[in-house]
Structures are given as structure tokens and as C-alpha cells.
């Protein structure tokens, strides 16, 4: 089964600062991997959606990279701003089966 | 707006009672999935169903049934609900191509007293 973790589970930081959220995962054989983010109270919204075959993949001031053989993926967050207070979770999808494994998130506070 | 929708957004049960999740989208997706998030455990898959006519059993399927009602819908029953199964119940829906993630309804808040 794959085991995903998310280090650290919470992070608070001033408004503006660059941030590196972490996602490690136990099987390499991944299809893709996911990150999301999730409001108090809310669904999940995806934020970047990276393949195997892919290094990284950006969205704004997002940038999500992948490196299989190490088993980790980070999430790179640029200028932060208070909106980006969230909790942020990676999901993997193997190459068999159907399903994701989620981590169980970094909570993230931007203080203004 | 197009997406996945999911009824009721709250509920309470009683232990023993019974209730559907009714779980819709509309984006021709072929595959949809039911997690559930309990806190410090993340999201735990209960059931999917890649297509239409098809369920699968995920990671903790034990008191829960599920139905692929059609290519839109998929519905979650807890036929006698315990205490274990409060929790917030995610609806999930995935396109036909490979390369494609989830998109996630917003949830139902459920508790069982």
C-alpha cells in the first residue's frame, strides 16, 4: 500500500515569504500525483496535477516538482499572501489501480 | 457551474438509522469515488466506480453500499449508521483520460449520535 506524508503538518509565515510545502510517498510506480488545496469547511481544489514523466509543473506563483526515485514531491510557493492560508494535500496515483493516496495535509498560515 | 454536487451538506443521525449520499456531475466523467476524511487521517477511499455498471470496494468499505445509478450519478448508503461514521464524506469524479485528476464535490458533514 502506498504511504504518503506530509512534513510538516502545520506552518505558519509572514505575508510575502517563499514557502516549500513537502510530500513524500513509499512507491516509486506512480502514475501521477496531485496537489490540492482545501478551505475550512470546503471541498478540495486542485491546484497542479504532475505525470511521471514530468519534473515539474507551474500554475502562478506555483510550482510543483517531482522526483520518483527519491519518493518526494514539493510545492513551491511564491510571495505568499494571506489568501494562501489553507491546507495543502498531495494525492499519488500508482500505475495499477484506480484509486489516490492522499497525505494528510500541511495547514498553512500566511500572517498578514 | 460545472462540477461535482453532492446532497445534503449536513445531516445527523441517530445510531442504527439509515441514509443516502447522493452524488452528481456533469462533466461526462466516466470514473467517481466516495472518501471520507477523518482528522489526522487524511482522505480514505470507501468505494469507486470506473464506469458506468461498476463498483469497486476501496480501503474501508465495511458498512457502507454504493450504486452507479447512471453515468451522473453515484449514491453512498449507511444502512445502520454508527457513531465510526461520523465523519465529512467527499464525492469524487474523474475523466476518461488517463491524464486526468479529480475533481471533488464539497462534501457532506455527517454525525452519528
Known amino acids: 500500500k502506498q504511504e504518503v506524508t ?23 510506480a506512480i502514475y501521477n500525483l496531485q496537489w490540492f488545496r482545501q ?6 481544489t486542485s491546484l ?10 507551474t500554475s502562478g506563483r506555483l510550482n510543483a516538482s517531482l522526483d520518483k526515485s527519491s519518493g518526494r514531491s514539493t510545492l513551491y510557493i511564491a510571495a505568499s499572501q494571506p489568501g494562501d492560508s489553507a491546507t495543502y494535500l498531495c494525492a499519488v496515483r500508482l500505475n495499477t489501480g484506480n484509486q489516490f493516496y492522499f497525505g494528510t495535509g500541511t495547514s498553512l498560515t500566511v500572517i498578514p | 457551474n460545472a462540477g461535482v454536487t453532492q446532497t445534503p451538506k449536513f445531516q ?7 441514509m443516502t449520499l447522493q452524488c452528481a456531475q456533469d462533466m461526462n466523467h466516466n470514473s467517481m469515488y466516495w472518501y471520507r ?12 466506480s470506473a464506469s458506468e455498471g461498476t463498483t469497486d470496494k476501496g480501503e474501508v468499505p ?15 448508503r449507511l444502512e445502520s449508521a454508527a457513531p465510526s461514521q461520523t465523519s465529512v464524506y467527499f ?14 464535490g464539497s462534501g457532506t458533514r455527517l454525525t452519528v449520535v
Request: aromatic share 10%.
Open chain 2, 91 to 104: 464525492c469524487a469524479s474523474r475523466g476518461q483520460e488517463q491524464d486526468y485528476g479529480y475533481t471533488f
Open chain 2, 12 to 18: 445527523v443521525l441517530k445510531t442504527g438509522q439509515s
Open chain 2, 37 to 48: 476524511q477523518d482528522p489526522g487521517m487524511g482522505l480514505r477511499l470507501i468505494y469507486y
Open chain 1, 6 to 28: 506530509q512534513i510538516p503538518a502545520a506552518l505558519s509565515v509572514p505575508e510575502g515569504e517563499n514557502l516549500v510545502l513537502n510530500c513524500s510517498f513509499t512507491d516509486s
Open chain 1, 48 to 57: 497542479l496535477l504532475i505525470q511521471s514523466s514530468q519534473r515539474e509543473q
Open chain 2, 62 to 76: 465495511n458498512g457502507y453500499n454504493v450504486s452507479r445509478l447512471n453515468k451522473r450519478e453515484f449514491s453512498l
Open chain 1, 39 to 44: 478551505d475550512p469547511g470546503k471541498g478540495l
